[in-house]
């Protein structure tokens, strides 16, 4: 290593979205800035993401969709119940329309602006190659303006003195290094691979009653480091929840037996009984929430036959990701049960009747039969009597054939850790800024009360990374200015 890569004007923790937009923020103001990876590659959870939240963007704009900052930043606090950070939500809003256009300018190809939900607001900018194309496009342009990228080189501590932050240890060929920096941002992507925090915070065990998705080595480096230089703590509780299935090797990725087990036919839990008005399933959020519940960790998907077929011709009502919309007719699906139903899936069973899938599922035969018989009572009446579920979705169990599928619950992160203002400085635990310590995306609390405000703001957590590291920057850049 030479001398001059010792030093910057700011080291940023992390390559996903927020630590992606700071340093490009950054260079492109002036500074020279750093970028420490502990993976060999870039940009981790942020590479799978389909779109961006913003509102008053242009490209709403060119659709009529006048739905407003202010009508944005109600929304997200009523859903919070004002547990959330009313400034720093209302700085993310406020910044997002102006984060897509410099996305666009920094070489992101978006889609359109949609929603993905029934009665969603329309604020979910679609990327084109998804969160991958994001990660490419702006470590190339953070390249171009001479940032420099060090993966597979984690920071394992912060260094702090009177003045505040005067740079980070990084482990590099098994030697510590200390990097001189007036300038911190942690986007390190929260905990969601941390044991004992998520135990700890959220009362679940990880990988037995819910699973982390797409995470990887997610252990809460950023967050600690910043506690150990004196940070508050705000928001560790919070997951990003939702449920899928089935899961394992054995299933590829949108098979359509998991486009089949997300529609919102009949659920029930590990005991048998029905739990929830199962079109919550279009919002994953209060899905997530609802199948948490139970810490058993996983609940039965049921269907018969008709409801198969039904899929098969009409196709699917909930789509699954931007690309498999509803309207996806399921021609796979019939392959695919006699397949997992043949080599003795764990997760997917068939049966002639419901007693005997229930023995098959584990439950107690006369609960299941029993929930069966009161949900086709609803179907035939058209009204749901306990959970007051949409008619529409009301289909009723009754041919020769039954089918169930694992469903287990899952979250995409965690959704705090860190309190920030809503400059996303880091604060101490008397509330006062930590002089040159910021820190955004999944390590910053506030954004959240105690779910992912989803069906207020879709792609809310790309869009607080990304918006989190641009204000974070240009925080900074006016703070070295002065």
């Not at 959704?415 to 820190?439: C, F, T």
Request: glycine share 12%; hydrophobic share 40%; proline share 2%.
């Amino acid at each position: 290593m030479n001398e001059t890569s010792n030093q910057a004007d700011m080291v940023v923790i992390g390559s996903g979205a927020t630590g992606l937009t700071a340093a490009l923020t950054a260079a492109q103001g002036g500074a020279r800035v750093i970028v420490f990876e502990k993976q060999r590659s870039l940009g981790g959870t942020s590479n799978f993401f389909d779109g961006v939240f913003a509102v008053e963007s242009a490209m709403q704009r060119k659709r009529y969709i006048t739905y407003s900052r202010d009508e944005a930043f109600k929304n997200i606090m009523a859903y919070s119940h004002w547990r959330a950070n009313p400034r720093l939500v209302r700085a993310i809003v406020d910044e997002s329309a102006d984060t897509i256009e410099w996305l666009r300018e920094n070489g992101v190809e978006f889609i359109d602006a949609v929603t993905n939900m029934p009665y969603g607001k329309w604020t979910y900018h679609t990327v084109k190659g998804q969160g991958a194309s994001v990660v490419r496009a702006l470590s190339a342009k953070s390249k171009e303006k001479g940032v420099e990228f060090r993966p597979g080189t984690p920071v394992t501590a912060i260094m702090r003195d009177a003045g505040g932050i005067r740079g980070v240890v990084i482990e590099e060929d098994g030697e510590e290094i200390e990097i001189t920096a007036g300038i911190v941002v942690i986007g390190t992507g929260g905990f969601a691979n941390n044991k004992a925090w998520i135990k700890k915070y959220s009362g679940f065990d990880l990988d037995k009653n819910i699973i982390p998705v797409g995470n990887v080595g997610k252990m809460g480096d950023g967050i600690r480091m910043a506690w150990e230089v004196g940070a508050a703590e705000e928001g560790m509780g919070p997951l990003e929840l939702y449920s899928t299935g089935p899961m394992g090797p054995e299933f590829s990725m949108k098979c359509e037996l998991e486009f089949i087990a997300a529609q919102p036919d009949l659920w029930v839990n590990a005991v048998g009984e029905r739990f929830c008005d199962e079109s919550i399933g279009f919002y994953d959020a209060e899905m997530g929430n609802a199948t948490a519940r139970d810490k058993k960790g996983y609940h039965y998907r049921l269907f018969d036959s008709s409801i198969k077929q039904y899929y098969v011709e009409r196709g699917i009502n909930k789509g699954i990701g931007v690309e498999d919309a509803p309207g996806k007719r399921l021609t796979q699906l019939d392959k695919e049960l006699q397949a997992a139903v043949e080599r003795g899936s764990r997760d997917v069973f068939e049966a002639d009747s419901i007693r005997e899938l229930a023995e098959k599922i584990g439950v107690d035969p006369s609960i299941l039969s029993k929930t069966v018989e009161e949900y086709n009572h609803f179907c035939t009446t058209g009204h749901d009597a306990v959970f007051a579920k949409d008619r529409k979705y009301l289909k009723s169990l009754v041919t020769s054939k039954y089918y169930a599928i694992k469903a287990r619950t899952v979250f995409l992160g965690t959704l705090g850790g860190i309190k920030v203002n809503h400059h996303l400085e880091v604060l101490d635990r008397k509330d006062r800024p930590i002089s040159g310590l910021y820190a955004g995306g999944f390590d910053a609390g506030g954004m959240y009360g105690d779910s992912y405000c989803i069906t207020a703001a879709t792609g809310l957590c790309s869009g607080f990374a990304l918006n989190s590291g641009r204000i974070a920057a240009k925080h900074a850049l006016a703070a070295m200015q002065k």
